[in-house]
C-alpha cells in the first residue's frame, strides 16, 4: 500500500455521507480476538509474534466477505507513518508504538482494518460515515464469522472470547461513535450529559480512543461493558442513546442561534477569518477554530464550504499529514507555518491537494 497515495484522499467514513453526518462523524465497531494455541501479546516472544503475523496476515488476506485488502508492514514503517495511520484512525497509539513483528490490513476505502499483535493478537474495526452502526456491525460480523472458519479462537464456553484486558473479556465488542458536540461545550451541558452516560456504563473519551483528550469538540461514546450482553444488544443500546444526545445538541445549537447575546455568529465569524489569515496556528487551536467554523456551516451562518470540505482540513493539518503533503520532516514551529499557510490556501479558493507552494 502507497501511503503517500493516501494523502489525496478521505476515507469513507470522513465523507459526510452517512446519516446525522452534520454531528455524528462516524461510527465504529471493534472486536478483541486471540489465538488460542499462543500466549497473549504482554507474554510472546518474539518468534511467537512472527508466526502470529504470519498466520494471521495469510487467513485475512485470503477472505473474501470484505473485498480486497491490503498489507502494511507497521514493523518496516518510520514513525511518521505509523503517526499518518493513527491520525487516520487506521492503528492505534499502541499498534503505533508497540515493539516486534505487527502489521495492519486495510480496505482501500479505508472502512475496514485489522491490526496484528496490537493488546490482542487481533484488533478488527469496521468504521462507517455518521450513524450507522447496524451498518458496520453487519460488515464486521460477516468478516468474523468468516475468519473464525479458518482460525481457532481463544474462547471459554462460560466467559466468551479470551481477551488481554479484562474489560473485554466476553463479546471483544467495543461500539462507539464520533460525536461533534460544540454547541453542548459552550452551553457549558457536556459535563451533566456525560455524567447520565457514565450511569449508564458507556464510557466517553478523545478524538484517538481510550487516554486521549477531547479537541475540536468532538468525544467518542462507547459501551464499557462487554461481558453478559449479546454483541447485538451492545449495538442496539449504544444506537439508541445516540439520537438523544443528537436531540441535545440540535436543542443547544437553537438556543446559541436564538439568543443575540450569545453571539454565535461573531463567533464563527471570528474563527473563520482566523483560519483564513493566521501565519502561524498550531494544532490544537485549529481543531478549535475548525470546530466552530463547521458548525458555522451546518447552521447556515457558512454557505461557500461544504462538511466534506471542513473533515478533509480536520485531517490534512494534522502533524504527520502536513509533512507527507509537504514531502519533508517539519519541527513544531515549521508545522505552524505550513498549516497556517495551508488552511490559507483552501479557505481562500485557491488552495490543491498536496498543493507544496
Not at 77 to 98: H, M, N, P, W, Y
Not at 209 to 233: H, K, P, R, V
Request: charged residues 25%; aromatic residues 6%; negative net charge.
Amino acid at each position: 500500500m502507497n501511503l503517500n497515495e493516501m494523502t489525496q484522499r478521505l476515507g469513507e467514513w470522513l465523507r459526510a455521507s452517512g446519516p446525522e453526518s452534520d454531528i455524528v462523524m462516524s461510527s465504529r465497531i471493534r472486536l478483541a480476538r486471540n489465538l488460542a494455541e499462543f500466549p497473549f501479546i504482554s507474554r510472546a516472544s518474539d518468534s511467537d509474534r512472527a508466526e502470529i503475523e504470519k498466520l494471521l496476515r495469510s487467513a485475512i488476506l485470503r477472505t473474501s466477505s470484505a473485498g480486497p485488502l491490503e498489507h502494511v508492514n507497521v514493523t518496516q514503517l518510520e514513525a511518521i507513518d505509523r503517526q499518518f495511520l493513527v491520525e487516520r484512525q487506521l492503528i492505534s497509539k499502541e499498534l503505533a508504538e508497540g515493539r516486534g513483528q505487527r502489521g495492519v490490513i486495510i480496505n482501500p476505502a479505508e472502512q475496514i482494518s485489522l491490526m496484528v499483535n496490537e493488546e490482542d493478537h487481533l484488533r478488527i474495526q469496521c468504521m462507517h460515515s455518521g450513524l450507522d452502526l447496524h451498518g458496520a456491525w453487519q460488515q464486521i460480523n460477516q468478516l468474523d464469522d468468516e475468519l473464525s472458519g479458518m482460525i481457532n479462537y481463544a474462547y471459554h464456553p462460560r466467559w466468551g472470547y479470551l481477551t488481554a484486558c479484562p474489560t473485554n473479556v466476553g463479546t471483544g465488542v467495543r461500539v462507539s461513535v464520533m460525536l461533534h458536540l460544540p454547541a453542548l461545550a459552550i452551553t457549558r451541558q457536556i459535563e451533566k450529559v456525560f455524567r447520565s452516560l457514565q450511569k449508564i456504563s458507556l464510557a466517553v473519551r478523545g478524538l484517538y480512543g481510550e487516554g486521549s483528550q477531547a479537541m475540536g469538540d468532538f468525544y467518542q461514546i462507547s459501551n464499557q461493558i462487554t461481558l453478559g450482553s449479546s454483541e447485538e444488544d451492545l449495538v442496539q443500546k449504544v444506537s439508541d442513546v445516540v439520537p438523544i444526545l443528537i436531540s441535545y445538541e440540535r436543542q443547544a445549537r437553537e438556543f446559541l442561534v436564538s439568543e443575540p447575546q450569545q453571539n454565535l455568529h461573531d463567533q464563527v465569524s471570528r474563527a473563520y477569518g482566523i483560519l483564513r489569515t493566521a501565519q502561524t496556528i498550531s494544532s490544537e487551536e485549529t481543531m478549535h477554530l475548525l470546530s466552530r467554523v463547521r458548525m458555522g456551516i451546518n447552521l447556515g451562518l457558512i454557505r461557500e464550504l461544504q462538511i466534506p470540505d471542513l473533515n478533509e482540513l480536520f485531517l490534512q493539518t494534522q502533524p504527520a499529514h502536513l509533512q507527507k503533503l509537504r514531502g519533508v520532516e517539519l519541527d513544531t514551529a515549521d508545522r505552524n507555518i505550513e498549516r497556517a499557510r495551508y488552511l490559507r490556501s483552501h479557505l481562500n479558493g485557491g488552495g490543491q491537494r498536496g498543493e507544496k507552494n
